[in-house]
Nanobody, 121 residues
Framework: QVQLVESGGGLAQAGGSLTLSCAASGRAFNLYVMAWFRQAPGKDREFVALITRGGTISYSDSVKGRFTISRDNAKNTASLQMNILRPEDTAVYYC???????????????WGQGTQVTVSS
């Protein structure tokens, strides 16, 4: 079993930055892909970014060029550096992980509890 814990959410002004972190524990050595999703009020959860153990990265079009995902395989952590934040980035951000490639779908086996990000205009 794998446990994921997010941290780093909070309040930021438009144009500002925040960094989210995700720490994996348990059988975390087996994780192939780590990803971030988000869910805004009244909307479906959506894919944000992913990174594989080998460093392959993918972003949603809405965050490309503003957000940067990274990963420390030795520490079983992933981070999401969010720059040039917009009010529409306001959402609960979830860390997700899996032992096999799940891409942008929500079929990941492991999920964190989520961390709130609020961007004021």
């Amino acid at each position: 079993q794998v446990q994921l814990v997010e941290s780093g959410g909070g309040l930021a002004q438009a144009g500002g930055s925040l960094t989210l972190s995700c720490a994996a524990s348990g059988r975390a050595f087996n994780l192939y892909v780590m990803a971030w999703f988000r869910q805004a009020p009244g909307k479906d959860r959506e894919f944000v970014a992913l990174i594989t153990r080998g460093g392959t990265i993918s972003y949603s079009d809405s965050v490309k060029g503003r957000f940067t995902i990274s990963r420390d395989n030795a520490k079983n952590t992933a981070s999401l550096q969010m720059n040039i934040l917009r009010p529409e980035d306001t959402a609960v951000y979830y860390c997700a992980a899996d032992a096999s490639y799940s891409g942008t779908r929500e079929s990941y086996n492991y999920w964190g509890q989520g961390t709130q990000v609020t961007v004021s205009s």
